[in-house]
């Protein structure tokens, strides 16, 4: 006769022995990237730098397998590890917090993603992010980072202090800068990926007052304004 119970089995066999079988509960952390569109972005997981940081806190995570590998400290309560798609065995029904400590190159983190496990399964709690996050139909944590963005905007004044608008339908009233720094392949400047062909001594040049970086990676940049607007002064080097 078999009896089962959720994720348990008990067995009896000739009357006399009884086996109890529990599925170890298991749980998959999944992370995404998404452009300005909304676009999926497929990470290099063979790249370091394509790769999430996330640290597991939880009452007690010792024997716990991640990726196959079990935490052996004692009463460890924290565990921290690298990968895009992780497999976490073993979690006892309890409250955990997921930290990503380091987002790919190029977007931006989701901080904290609280959840339960009950009964051996996760349960979405709260999120303190600037992304996405949640638990889908199986059970999975599916965390979800938004490319970084940064915008340029030029404007102009008079000689009394009034902003004068720009008119950028005409090339004479747009300016010119100069980005420099040493991972600008890949990035979108108004959607137009700069390609190495693009860049000349780690310098891209392009022309507009209204300018919108996706993917600038971390690291120090440069912008120079090469020419300004018709009629008036450039800001040098910021």
Excluded: M
Aim: overall charge negative; aromatic content about 6%; proline content about 1%.
């Amino acid at each position: 006769e078999t009896v089962t119970t959720g994720n348990s089995s008990i067995l009896a066999r000739d009357g006399k022995t009884i086996v109890a079988t529990d599925d170890i509960s298991t749980v998959q952390i999944n992370k995404k990237a998404i452009d300005g569109t909304g676009a999926e972005v497929t990470l290099d997981s063979s790249d370091e730098s394509q790769v999430a940081k996330f640290t597991l806190k939880g009452k007690d995570l010792t024997g716990v397998l991640v990726n196959g590998e079990a935490i052996t400290e004692e009463n460890k309560t924290s565990y921290t590890f690298t990968s895009n798609s992780t497999n976490i065995e073993g979690l006892k029904d309890g409250q955990y917090t997921l930290v990503e400590e380091t987002a790919p190159d190029g977007f931006t983190v989701v901080s904290d993603f609280e959840f339960s496990i009950v009964d051996g399964k996760a349960v979405a709690g709260t999120a303190s992010t600037t992304g996405d996050s949640y638990v889908d139909e199986n059970g999975n944590i599916i965390i979800t980072d938004k490319i970084s963005t940064v915008k340029i905007d030029k404007k102009a004044i008079d000689g009394t202090g009034a902003e004068v608008e720009l008119d950028s339908a005409d090339e004479k009233q747009q300016a010119t800068f100069t980005i420099k720094g040493e991972k600008l392949e890949g990035v979108k400047v108004n959607g137009k990926a700069i390609t190495a062909e693009d860049i000349k001594n780690n310098s891209y040049t392009f022309t507009g007052n209204s300018t919108e970086f996706e993917g600038l990676k971390d690291g120090s940049y440069t912008l120079v304004e090469e020419t300004a607007p018709d009629g008036f002064t450039v800001v040098s080097d910021f």
